[in-house]
T-cell receptor, first 113, second 114 residues
Framework: RKEVEQDPGPFNVPEGATVAFNCTYS??????FFWYRQDCRKEPKLLMS???SGNEDGRFTAQLNRASQYISLLIRDSKLSDSATYLC??????????????FGKGTKLSVKP | DGGITQSPKYLFRKEGQNVTLSCEQN?????MYWYRQDPGQGLRLIYY???????QKGDIAEGYSVSREKKESFPLTVTSAQKNPTAFYLC?????????????FGDGTRLSIL
């Protein structure tokens, strides 16, 4: 099982739709989780951290399910500007680079008018 | 403005040549990182540094070298030993090298072979 796994998509949705992405991680000892957004040919930017109790930031909601080892990102009322690749990020708890982050390959979202 | 600055934005390397990518941050962050991203792939960690004058190999350090002489600066050299250097290189920093700290990225350097 890959350390961090995401459906690459693309998810093609109309403006105003609600869309959800899941991400699974392999190490049950992982403690920190993030969602980043990456626009085409740009650097990743932190979208939100994911807390155990779940958290919301405007139209974005992140959830953590430790039992099933997945995190999710829900986007409500999609905007054209939400089109990007969403990276799931989990902390590394093994080996010499503990404390560093492991990045998923990303899920591509395309919001159409 | 506080942030991370990478330069150059585009870089071309001739065969057998070493090239150095610059990364500077004014966020007063202790930890700095270098990643490589290939098309359709996730970020892979090349090197990281928790503190000045200290750095550690990441998952794909072969063919690369770094230095950390100043807190603000973490340059990456792509040596001639790196046979497939074409990629998008991203520098990041975080307050400390702790797993609950998010990392913030510079806008990257695209390296290609001539």
């Amino acid at each position: 099982r890959k350390e961090v796994e995401q459906d690459p998509g693309p998810f093609n949705v109309p403006e105003g739709a609600t869309v959800a992405f899941n991400c699974t991680y392999s190490n049950s000892a992982s403690q920190s989780f993030f969602w980043y957004r990456q626009d085409c040919r740009k650097e990743p930017k932190l979208l939100m951290s994911v807390y155990s109790s779940g958290n919301e930031d405007g139209r974005f909601t992140a959830q953590l399910n430790r039992a099933s080892q997945y995190i999710s990102l829900l986007i409500r009322d999609s905007k054209l500007s939400d089109s990007a690749t969403y990276l799931c990020v989990v902390n590394n708890v093994r080996g010499g680079s503990q404390g560093n982050l492991i990045f998923g390959k990303g899920t591509k979202l395309s919001v159409k008018p | 403005d506080g942030g991370i600055t990478q330069s150059p934005k585009y870089l071309f390397r001739k065969e057998g040549q070493n090239v150095t990518l610059s990364c500077e941050q004014n966020l007063n962050h202790d930890a700095m990182y270098w990643y490589r991203q290939d098309p359709g792939q996730g970020l892979r960690l090349i090197y990281y540094s928790q503190i000045v004058n200290d750095f550690q190999k990441g998952d794909i350090a072969e063919g690369y070298s770094v230095s950390r002489e100043k807190k603000e600066s973490f340059p990456l050299t792509v040596t001639s030993a790196q046979k497939n250097p074409t990629a998008f290189y991203l520098c990041a920093s975080s307050i400390r090298q702790l797993s609950n700290q998010p990392q913030h990225f510079g806008d990257g350097t695209r390296l290609s072979i001539l």
